[in-house]
């Protein structure tokens, strides 16, 4: 017997290390050749690592959420199949993400065991015409035992959630019962027949709890949330705004914006935060800690909370007082765009003097914003209803939002954090105010 080390390969050019994302086998688990067996981040994207051997897993080096440099030994494989002290490992074929499975160096295709449906049609053997059938478990390999973590790929855990498949009441056919898109297709073929995919039967299926090791951009999200909330003692102050006027200045500059971009209500809130630094100058400031000093900037760079799936990320509107109302909307939408396809630049996610965040139609009534460090200010834009107001004579239908803004109390009193709502308040209210030079 022989062991055979699988080290991690160059996932991408310029890349020196990479975050265990997932672990897909364990320790006693026997792979063969090509099974996928864990899965590795960049800063790019993510990557799946299969096994170049066959044979019994006896030890790995890296668990969820380490960081492993290139080249760094990764899974240890008993091979059964030869003799002789341990060997240079061959190169693992990494999977691209949203592309065709290939190998970073050639490898030799794994010798085929059992007749495929294409090469039987060739040899005139008739072909199933149904749905692909689900793969016969390995006789060798026992199936995932109740209770166990859940072995799936990304591609098929996405597929179940589209289809409503609850993965851990599936038995998989795979390695380690590994669940495979072959056992997808049963399930949807079942259900094609009149059975359910999502439940086998009506009885209680055996609770099983599925532990996910917090890594990658929600792991940094989680410790910059925690830091903030934890050395920034928050003060949040909630005023309601009626914004019937800014709307109407809103749907009017978008009937004649020919091909610029259509204007939200984000470019006109950051357009009233550039007229409010003017008389709040104390409100755009980042606040050192450990030197204890603040740092005021004469330019307004607007934090833009942005969700992506991979999580929140705050691109950089910088220079705001320089644009006008359809340049902050063309640059919110490039910044925007780039969050969510991973395209980012380091230097537009950092250096903001206040942040803008607001869930649009999903928001609630009022929210309380965490602050993004460094900064001292955050801004948050609540839903927007119609509900009656009081002239002084009758009431009358007014479009109605809350803003929710939270100050780092260190820095911001109480007076200036409620001076400068009253004032986005009138601004907002008001919006002309927003265009008159001082």
Same mark, same amino acid.
């Given at each position: 017997m022989a062991i055979r080390t699988i080290r991690l390969p160059d996932v991408?050019?310029?890349?020196?290390?990479?975050?265990?994302?997932?672990i897909l086998v364990k320790p006693g688990d026997l792979v063969r050749e090509d099974d996928p067996i864990a899965a590795v981040m960049t800063d790019k994207a993510t990557v799946e690592i299969t096994s170049a051997y066959s044979g019994k897993v006896v030890w790995i080096g890296g668990e969820v959420g380490k960081t492993l440099a290139i080249g760094s030994d990764l899974i240890r494989i008993e091979d059964d199949t030869a003799a002789g002290a341990e060997e240079e490992p061959k190169a693992v074929p990494v999977a691209e993400p949203a592309a065709a499975t290939q190998s970073l160096t050639p490898v030799e295709p794994a010798k085929q065991t059992t007749p495929s449906p294409i090469s039987a049609v060739g040899t005139g053997t008739q072909a199933a015409a149904s749905a692909p059938q689900p793969m016969p478990p390995n006789p060798a390999i026992p199936p995932r035992a109740e209770g166990a973590p859940v072995l799936a790929s990304p591609a098929v855990r996405q597929r179940a959630r589209d289809g409503g498949i609850d993965l851990r009441q599936v038995s998989g056919s795979g390695p380690a019962g590994r669940i495979t898109h072959a056992d997808l297709d049963s399930l949807f073929q079942q259900a094609g027949q009149g059975g359910s995919a999502a439940t086998s039967s009506l009885q209680p299926q055996p609770e099983t709890v599925e532990t996910v090791k917090v890594a990658g951009l929600r792991r940094m999200i989680a410790r910059r949330?925690? /830091?903030a909330n934890a050395s920034i003692p928050h003060i949040t102050v909630v005023e309601e705004v009626d914004v019937t006027e800014i709307e109407a200045l809103r749907v009017k500059l978008n009937e004649t914006r020919g091909d610029r971009p259509k204007l939200t209500l984000l470019?006109?809130?950051?357009?009233?935060l550039v007229k409010a630094k003017q008389s709040n100058p104390k409100i755009f400031a980042r606040y050192d800690d450990e030197a204890d000093e603040v740092q005021y900037s004469s330019a307004v760079h607007i934090g833009i909370a942005t969700m992506t799936d991979g999580g929140l990320m705050v691109p950089v509107l910088r220079h705001a007082e320089a644009l006008d109302l359809f340049g902050m909307a063309t640059e919110i939408g490039r910044l925007s765009e780039a969050c969510r396809t991973n395209k980012?630049?380091?230097? /537009?996610?950092?250096?903001s003097t206040i942040t803008i965040t607001s869930l649009g139609p999903l928001g609630a009534i009022a929210t309380t914003p965490i602050i993004n460090k460094p900064e001292v200010a955050i801004l948050g834009i609540n839903r927007m209803a119609v509900r009656p107001s009081w002239n002084g004579t009758a009431f009358v239908p007014r479009t109605m939002m809350n803003i929710s803004a939270s100050f780092d109390h260190r820095v911001i009193d109480g007076w200036d954090a409620a001076v400068f709502v009253q004032k986005m308040k009138v601004l907002l209210e008001t919006p002309a105010m927003i265009f008159m030079k001082d």
């Open positions: 991408g050019e310029g890349v020196t290390e990479a975050e265990v994302a997932e949330m925690s /830091e470019p006109l809130t950051a357009a009233a980012a630049k380091r230097e /537009e996610l950092s250096g």
